[in-house]
């Protein structure tokens, strides 16, 4: 399901991203006609200019779309990590192309104000051209930065930065023909140089920025985000290594993750899913590798070390004692061995444990450990609550009776080869502690079985009373 939701919101950010394309491509085709059209009809080297202008925007728009339908490919066997880059070459041609049309509009800044070089046959018609233009270019510019912020699109906002060019080169041209009709053709030049001078910083900016996109630069404030995402994790000890690539509007995010030595692998699974999941909340569109090793956690504790340290056997140990002798740790525990280890493979096997333990913990002066075999068995057994009910009843009345137990939920029987085996759930005071609940626990246990001498095992499962 989720897999189908992403492939959804591509596709449709794919079409609208296609869609306000094809619509720039549009304006642009319009606009450079219009101003053809009245700069050769009006004899205006403004206005032709302008034509120019838009042809070079109807270029850049033709980039921009081709560039997105490609950007948006998926991965393959030659594009590993996707075609995204393609937007930042096609941003960085419309850098250049609007670097160029800076350098027309300072060229007739120059021809107007030292050259003289203006001759108008002004008509209501040239005015017309160049407000129309202003109101498509305002459209078109808002459509498509809108689409850009929301994809992230380099090559879109590139398109959005060429139209709102036109609108101040449009202005310009405006002020040209306003001031030839109140004699003074001078601020046509001026402003032509004004605009030119803000287009050719916005460039650069651009330029910048679709620079540091193909050279992977990370962009700024990424890694803090990524890393305050990480750590959100309850589990993360450290960040070991971070790689951060841009392609597009996608980002990869390579990451290593430090997860506490002693945490079983279906731990790490979980604490690495979580990652992913707030990576990519906290960075749309973002492709997740996350890798965990494993290192010496802060909260580790002795006994969490005693268990790492036998696991690297392949072993499990239980019944975990430590004793504090003489300024030294001194350890006793059990090993369970699969069934069929013999006795001199076992100890082998501890041998190899203890000296671990001695080369890892220096200040465990002595290392006890029993061995025992792995028991699973599968006993036949019969329900036998019902012909056991005064056995069933007595045993209900000890623990009923028991000051600390509050309710008994449950009391039931099963007769195996070995002998009884009663079960019973009651429920206890909730401010308990662990410790106090496994006391009174032992303590009814021992009671139950001293009932019956047929009684050869008491399961108890105690609640919190609610």
């Keep these: 399901m989720g897999t189908a939701v992403v492939q959804n919101d591509k596709s449709m950010m794919s079409a609208e991203k296609r869609r306000v394309a094809m619509t720039s491509v549009l304006a642009a085709v319009l606009l450079t006609t219009m101003k053809l059209v009245v700069g050769l009809w009006t004899g205006s080297l403004g206005i032709l200019s302008e034509a120019l202008h838009s042809a070079l925007d109807l270029l850049a728009a033709l980039i921009t779309f081709f560039a997105v339908r490609v950007a948006d490919k998926p991965p393959d066997a030659d594009h590993q990590f996707g075609h995204g880059k393609v937007e930042n070459l096609s941003a960085l041609a419309e850098t250049v192309l609007l670097l160029a049309t800076c350098g027309w509009i300072l060229y007739e800044a120059y ?109 700024e404030g990424l890694r803090a985000t990524i890393e305050s995402a990480v750590f959100d994790v309850n589990g993360v000890e450290s960040i070991r290594a971070l790689r951060i690539r841009g392609a597009g509007a996608e980002v990869f995010v390579n990451l290593v993750i430090g997860v506490q030595r002693t945490t079983f692998f279906d731990q790490v699974h979980g604490i690495v899913d979580k990652v992913e999941e707030n990576l990519r909340r906290a960075v749309p569109r973002s492709d997740v590798i996350v890798h965990a090793e494993p290192v010496v956690g802060v909260r580790e504790k ?110 039931s029987c099963l007769a195996t080869e070995d002998g009884l085996r009663l079960s019973t759930t009651f429920t206890l005071p909730p401010t308990l502690s662990l410790r106090e609940m496994h006391g009174i626990v032992d303590a009814i246990e021992s009671e139950l079985k001293g009932l019956d001498q047929r009684i050869m095992k008491v399961f108890i499962h105690a609640e919190p009373a609610g």
């Design 302 to 411: 002795l006994s969490d070390k005693l268990e790492w340290l036998v696991r690297q056997s392949g072993l499990s140990a239980h019944n975990i004692t430590i004793l504090w002798v003489d300024e030294n740790y001194v350890v006793e525990f059990d090993i369970e061995y699969p069934q069929g280890t013999s006795f001199v493979e076992a100890h082998e096997l501890a041998g190899e444990v203890e000296q671990r333990i001695r080369d890892n913990v220096p200040s465990i002066s002595d290392v006890h450990i029993h061995l025992e075999e792995e028991t699973v068995s599968v006993l036949s057994a019969r329900e036998c609550t019902v012909g056991e009910d005064a056995l069933i009843h007595q045993a209900r009345e000890k623990v009923r009776l028991h000051p600390q137990v509050l309710t008994v939920s449950s009391m």
């Design 111 to 219: 021809d107007r104000l030292i050259a003289g070089g203006v001759h108008l046959d002004l008509n209501v018609w040239a005015f017309v051209v160049i407000i129309v233009s202003i109101l498509v270019d305002i459209g078109r510019s808002r459509a498509l930065m809108r689409v850009a912020k929301k994809y992230n699109s380099q090559a879109l906002e590139a398109d959005a930065l060429h139209f709102s060019t036109d609108i101040y080169s449009s202005l310009v041209v405006l002020v040209g023909l306003i001031s030839v009709l109140v004699g003074f053709p001078e601020a046509d030049a001026i402003a032509a140089g004004i605009v030119a001078g803000i287009v050719i910083w916005i460039s650069v900016r651009l330029a910048k920025r679709t620079i540091d996109g193909l050279m992977d630069r990370a962009p």
